[in-house]
């Protein structure tokens, strides 16, 4: 019973994710956010991962579930974490009093699109043994250990240090910042303060091999399949559009991250699916 109702909030959330997406800017514009245009195009390029992955991988997660498969629980912490991350964005995330838009009004689905995924994630987690998981091999352990760790320095080090050196400063050049400081010090703060010790975390366990490694692998190798298209996404799209701030050599990078990270969720998942399948 607890299993079927995860699979049902899963679905739920699925289903919220893509209607999220499709209320935006990249398809019916019923949700204006409170920003400029390069912030704009960074939503389009995100829903388009949230409507096409996110949503997708939240859906097969509650059916594994409602079919009595464990391993829905596996898949079901990818999704989950997504949101936790995106919707705190989309929520606060704009120039509110300052650009035009309406977002605010539908805060009550962002908040309710939080605590689903809040929710999930944790019954999730929960539900996700050790025991279920299999153990990844040296290669796999060696290339994830790698690419959290190049990760985290280049968050850190070559994306987020130049332009907080620069404010502190007191001679903020950053377009970026200049736009739009309300995005970029919510994006600051996230990327800081969750996904960069994460990537730490999890690269430091596999080293140590402490008791979780494997379980957090799997979220955020998961997470960062997800959270990494839809940054990549949202390069491209800024890229496309000739947008000022954007760069051809982080939206290369920004691939190449989302690329390791979705190849390497195939190959770890693949395994959890199949041995689920034959038990």
Do not use: C
């Not at 650009?99 to 309710?112: D, K, M, V």
């Not at 969750?194 to 979220?219: D, H, N």
């Not at 190849?263 to 038990?279: C, M, P």
Request: glycine share 10%; hydrophobic share 55%.
């Amino acid at each position: 019973m607890p299993m079927r109702r995860l699979g049902i909030l899963l679905i739920v959330y699925g289903a919220g994710v893509a209607a999220v997406a499709v209320l935006g800017p990249l398809a019916t514009d019923v949700i204006r956010y409170h920003v400029v245009e390069s912030v704009e195009w960074q939503i389009i390029g995100g829903d388009v991962a949230a409507l096409f992955l996110v949503a997708p991988t939240a859906l097969l997660a509650g059916t594994l579930l409602l079919g009595g498969q464990h391993s829905g629980a596996v898949v079901a912490l990818a999704p989950t974490a997504f949101g936790v991350y995106t919707y705190v964005q989309l929520a606060i995330g704009g120039e509110f009093g300052v650009q035009p838009g309406n977002s605010e009004r539908f805060f009550p689905l962002f908040l309710a699109m939080f605590l689903l995924a809040g929710l999930g994630l944790v019954r999730a987690w929960s539900a996700v043994s050790e025991a279920m998981l299999p153990e990844p091999s040296r290669l796999v352990r060696r290339i994830v250990v790698t690419v959290v760790f190049v990760l985290a320095g280049f968050l850190a080090l070559g994306l987020h240090l130049p332009g907080l050196i620069d404010i502190v400063g007191g001679e903020p050049y950053d377009l970026a910042y200049v736009d739009s400081p309300t995005v970029y010090w919510v994006v600051k703060l996230m990327d800081l303060g969750i996904v960069v010790p994460a990537a730490i975390a999890t690269g430091l366990g596999l080293v140590r091999r402490t008791a979780s490694a494997t379980k957090v692998m799997y979220a955020v190798v998961g997470w960062g399949a997800l959270l990494g298209s839809a940054v990549a996404g949202m390069a491209i799209v800024m890229q496309i559009n000739d947008d000022p701030t954007a760069s051809l050599v982080n939206s290369i990078l920004f691939t190449g991250f989302a690329l390791a990270f979705v190849v390497l969720a195939a190959v770890i998942h693949r395994r959890v699916l199949a041995a689920d399948r034959s038990s």
